[in-house]
């Protein structure tokens, strides 16, 4: 092969690489578009409240993006046990949006229609009692939250009544009772040596200071839980109380812990506080602190 060959062939190969690298990264954000996000104003962790009766929720609903966020997903669970999902997407051929809603109790919905720039207006026919009945529907953001709006008409279109009227604001969540929750979590996680759950749990710098002085590191709770040394039959936690500071937390509880180590029985109750901190990534366990084991209680 001559120089002038060789030189052809290399660069005929670099041509092909960066199409390839060119039709990859495109690819990889099919849906980049801006009217794709059109409908990004729903997207969140939402308790759902009915127009005019403000104080208590009727449902909770996630809305994310899906499959490379060309999708909107919407996972709604009503209070009354009625469960739905609707998928959402921005057909570019045609210049629409379509919704696709499904049920627990067997009801499909599908509408579709445009955004005005500011609010979504979908609209279709539901003919899942028999005969068709035309909905329309809107989105809209308000201030913090979302309202969507629905209207039904049995006479094709001459007249409407109202379907539902919502509002979406931001998902509240009980941190103290999370914090319980999560603290229980880590308890049996321990009881079962699982260490991804432990890893999950426990911040990168965490810290554990024990009654007779010994200090771990997150490290040495992983070593220890994989070498499986420790067999344990009960892990239980009760008397919890949880105080909140802002994004720092602290749990204090009293620990029954009954087992074998390294082949020999072992049965103690004791006191410990655990303290968590809100991350970006959600509340991660710092520190924790027990006491030496309590007397052991009369009869027991």
Known sequence: MTLFMRRQTILT????????????????APCALPQYHQFDFWIGDWDAFEVGSPSRPIAHAVISRILNSCVIHEDYQ????????????????????????VTNRGRLLVI???????????????QSNGKPILIRALWEPTHGGVHEKAEKSTDGGKSWSLWFDIEFRPHKVDD????????????????????ATMARLLADD???VTGSGKVYSKQDLLDEAKSGRLQYERQDDSEQTVR?????????AKLYSKGTEAGKPFEYTLWFSDTYVRTPSGWRYVFGQSSIPLPKASGK
């Open 112 to 126: 579709e229609g445009k955004s005005d720039g500011h609010a979504v207006h979908l609209s279709g026919a539901d």
């Open 176 to 195: 103290k009772a999370a914090i319980a929750a999560l603290d229980t979590e880590y308890q049996a996680a321990v009881a079962k040596n699982d260490l």
């Open 78 to 101: 009503q209070n009354d046990g009625m469960k739905g999902q609707s998928f959402s997407i921005y057909d570019s051929s045609r210049d629409v949006w379509h919704q696709s809603w």
């Open 244 to 252: 909140l500071w802002g994004n720092t937390a602290v749990i204090t």
């Open 13 to 28: 190969l670099l041509f092909l690489f960066t199409m390839t690298d060119l039709g990859a990264s495109q690819s990889n």
């Open 206 to 208: 965490f810290t554990l």
